[in-house]
């Protein structure tokens, strides 16, 4: 079984400061584990992925996330937001070999001028 | 390179009654997937594709969804009869094959029942 957990369901920052958006998961298997971000009207896109290759994982945008397997996390980070990156971030897991895609709910990224 | 194509982009409907929902993937995508995603929540896979025949269906509620992808390409999702619980947006992916290749998602098909 795999599962994933958002840890927050909103995240406020101020446009130029750090983003951080917590993901923990589980996992039966060796997981790889994604992150999609989905703006208003538009399909989900995919920003970044690990598949047990590096730990530390540079996506599109500047985010960039890291593989802890001691503390099963995946958390994504950008050092600076941008009022463009103001949209719903989801964490993905997957086990290995297999393309099923279990998402967590969500966390909404607010960026404010 | 053309994406992921679904219609209609918005449908309401009346409880009971029924509701179909069209996607074309990706050229050359073997994988085609239908997901729900009920608001505040992330999207949950409903029936996996490989070609024309049915690899993941699990979550599928049989009773009144059905999804077919005849010729391997294009595919339908239907509802019938649809409840209220079935407002959701559905999303339509598809990947070049199975097994970890990145799946490139539609804009969604936004159903609300009333």
């Known amino acids: 079984a795999q599962s994933v957990t958002q840890l927050d369901s909103h995240v406020s920052v101020s446009e130029g400061t750090p983003v951080l958006l917590r993901c923990n998961y589980s996992?039966?298997?060796?997981?790889?584990l994604f992150w999609y971000v989905q703006h208003p009207n538009k399909g989900l896109q995919l920003l970044l992925k690990?598949?047990?290759?590096?730990?530390l994982v540079k996506g599109i945008n500047g985010f960039e996330a890291e593989f802890k397997k001691s503390e099963t996390s995946f958390h994504l980070t950008k050092p600076s937001a941008h009022m463009s990156d103001a949209a719903e971030y989801f964490c993905v897991v997957s086990s290995s070999g297999y393309s099923t895609l279990t998402f967590g709910k969500g966390t909404m990224l607010l960026v404010s001028p | 390179e053309a994406g992921v194509a679904q219609s209609p982009r918005y449908k309401i409907i009346e409880k009971r009654q029924s509701v179909a929902f069209w996607c074309n993937p990706i050229s050359g995508h073997a994988t085609l997937y239908w997901y729900q995603q009920i608001l505040g929540q992330g999207p949950k896979l409903l029936i996996q594709?490989?070609?024309?025949?049915?690899?993941?269906d699990s979550q599928l509620p049989k009773d009144r969804f059905s999804a077919e992808r005849l010729k391997g390409v294009d595919s339908t999702l239907k509802i019938q009869p649809a409840k209220l619980e079935d407002s959701a947006v559905y999303l339509c992916?598809?990947?070049?094959?199975?097994?970890?290749?990145?799946?490139?998602f539609g804009p969604g098909t936004r159903l609300t029942v009333t």
């Open positions: 992916a598809s990947s070049l094959a199975t097994g970890g290749y990145e799946q490139y």
């Open positions: 996992s039966s298997y060796s997981p790889s």
């Open positions: 690990y598949t047990s290759a590096a730990t």
């Open positions: 594709f490989q070609n024309n025949g049915v690899v993941d």
